[in-house]
Nanobody
């Protein structure tokens, strides 16, 4: 599975960004997808998950009410809409999936929240 993230950049506090993760996989709709982030000097942390069946979502407490994960199975893409961004959201954001015990990560996209 190949995952390619895009959409990162520099944004002011309170602003918004939408990240995309395109997957090169045959049966994308059967994959649970997740977003992680890693800030400098910190461990990688889970941000949000969207399931394959039913599209249920889970969010880290730090982003609840501000971030929304969604998926378009026809485009084989998962999105992360980020609103009301804060400086502490600054990190490299990664897309991840696990299939048949194999974990796949994207290369990451940098998000910087600064005035």
């Amino acid at each position: 599975v190949q995952l390619v993230e895009s959409g990162g950049g520099l944004v002011q506090p309170g602003g918004s960004l939408r990240l995309s993760c395109a997957a090169s996989v045959f049966s994308f709709r059967s994959y649970d997808m997740s977003w992680y982030r890693q800030a400098p000097g910190k461990e990688r942390e889970l941000v949000a998950v969207i399931t394959s069946v039913g599209g249920s979502t889970i969010y880290a407490d730090s982003v609840k009410g501000r971030f929304t994960i969604s998926r378009d199975n026809a485009k084989k893409t998962v999105y992360l809409q980020m609103n009301s961004l804060k400086p502490e959201d600054t990190a490299v954001y990664y897309c991840k999936t696990i299939n048949k015990g194999v974990t796949s990560w994207g290369q990451g996209t940098q998000v910087t929240v600064s005035s």
